[in-house]
C-alpha cells in the first residue's frame, strides 16, 4: 500500500520560508545539513524540505531578475504563506524566528545559528534573558538578518575573506535606526568583519557600483602607518567577493550610503 502523502500546514511553511531565505539557492537541495536537520525536527524527508524550499524559489522576484525559476509547482497555500510572510516582514520574521527557536529547543538566552556547512546549532549567549515583546522582537529580527546575510556571503567577510564566524558582522548598508522598512533586506546586507564593520559604519569606507572599496581621505592619509596599509589599503579598488549565487547587495543603497558619507550626515546605524 503506498504512503500517505503529508501535506504541509502553515506553520512548516513559515518555518521552510524563515530557512530558505537563509540559505544561497544553490544550497535548496537535500544534501544540505540545514534542510536534513528541519527535516529530522518536521518528520519529513530531506528531499520533501529541499522540494518546498525550491518551490519558494519560483515565487522569489530577486532571482527572477537572475534569470532563476526554481522549482515550478509552489501550491496555492505556498503562494499565500510567502505573500503574507513578505507583507508584513518584521511581524513575520520574528513569529518564525519564535518557531525556530521552539522547534530546536532554544532558551531565551540561545542564539539560533544556520550554518550551510553544519546544519542548526544552538549557541547559549552571555547576555541575561529579554523580557521586553519589542526587545525580544529586535532580537529576532537582528538574528535571521545575520544569518541570512553571513550565509549569503558564504560566512566570509565580502572584503578580506576572514571565515571565523564570530568575528563577522551583518553590517546594515542603510542605517538600522533609519530605514525601518530595509532593516531585515537582505540586499541591505554586507557580511564585514568587525573592524570593516566598523569602518563602513562610520564612513570611513565605502563600495562603488561595481563593489570596489572605496578609502576615506582621512584612511588614505594614514596608509603609510602598517596597519592600515595591510588592513584596509591592500584591498582598496578591490570588488566585494561573493559566492557565484549570492544575491549582490543593492547598488542603490551602496550609493545612498556615499552620498551620506560625502554630505558629513552618515551616522552609526546602531
Known amino acids: 500500500m503506498p504512503a500517505t502523502r503529508k501535506n504541509w500546514t502553515r506553520a512548516e511553511l513559515l518555518l521552510a520560508l524563515n530557512l530558505y531565505h537563509k540559505l544561497p539557492f544553490g544550497q535548496l537541495h537535500s544534501r544540505n545539513p540545514v534542510i536534513i536537520a528541519l527535516a529530522d525536527k518536521l518528520g519529513r524527508g530531506a528531499n520533501s524540505v529541499a522540494m518546498k524550499l525550491s518551490n519558494f524559489a519560483s515565487l522569489d522576484p530577486v532571482l527572477h531578475l537572475r534569470g532563476i525559476k526554481g522549482l515550478q509547482g509552489a501550491s496555492a497555500l505556498d503562494r499565500t504563506v510567502w505573500a503574507e510572510f513578505h507583507e508584513n516582514l518584521a511581524e513575520s520574521v520574528a513569529a518564525s524566528e519564535e518557531s525556530l527557536r521552539n522547534l530546536f529547543d532554544a532558551d531565551a538566552e540561545s542564539e539560533v545559528e544556520v550554518l550551510p556547512k553544519e546544519g542548526i546549532r544552538v549557541l547559549r549567549m552571555p547576555t541575561g534573558p529579554t523580557t521586553v515583546a519589542s526587545e525580544v522582537k529586535t532580537r529576532r529580527g537582528q538574528s535571521?538578518?545575520?544569518?541570512?546575510?553571513?550565509?549569503?556571503?558564504?560566512?566570509?567577510?565580502?572584503?578580506?575573506?576572514?571565515?571565523?564566524?564570530?568575528?563577522?558582522?551583518?553590517?546594515?548598508?542603510?542605517?538600522?535606526?533609519?530605514?525601518?522598512?530595509?532593516?531585515?533586506?537582505?540586499?541591505?546586507?554586507?557580511?564585514?568583519?568587525?573592524?570593516?564593520?566598523?569602518?563602513?559604519?562610520?564612513?570611513?569606507?565605502?563600495?562603488?557600483?561595481?563593489?570596489?572599496?572605496?578609502?576615506?581621505?582621512?584612511?588614505?592619509?594614514?596608509?603609510?602607518?602598517?596597519?592600515?596599509?595591510?588592513?584596509?589599503?591592500?584591498?582598496?579598488?578591490?570588488?566585494?567577493?561573493?559566492?557565484?549565487?549570492?544575491?549582490?547587495?543593492?547598488?542603490?543603497?551602496?550609493?545612498?550610503?556615499?552620498?551620506?558619507?560625502?554630505?558629513?550626515?552618515?551616522?552609526?546605524?546602531?
Open 144 to 270: 535571521y538578518f545575520r544569518n541570512a546575510v553571513l550565509n549569503n556571503f558564504g560566512g566570509r567577510c565580502g572584503v578580506t575573506q576572514l571565515d571565523i564566524r564570530e568575528l563577522l558582522i551583518a553590517s546594515h548598508i542603510l542605517p538600522w535606526g533609519k530605514h525601518p522598512q530595509e532593516r531585515l533586506n537582505v540586499r541591505n546586507g554586507l557580511c564585514l568583519s568587525r573592524l570593516h564593520d566598523a569602518a563602513f559604519d562610520m564612513g570611513l569606507i565605502a563600495f562603488d557600483d561595481d563593489l570596489r572599496l572605496l578609502l576615506s581621505p582621512r584612511l588614505k592619509e594614514a596608509l603609510p602607518r602598517q596597519i592600515i596599509a595591510d588592513t584596509f589599503g591592500s584591498y582598496a579598488g578591490q570588488p566585494l567577493v561573493l559566492p557565484d549565487d549570492a544575491i549582490p547587495p543593492d547598488p542603490e543603497f551602496l550609493r545612498r550610503h556615499r552620498s551620506a558619507v560625502a554630505a558629513g550626515s552618515f551616522v552609526k546605524a546602531g
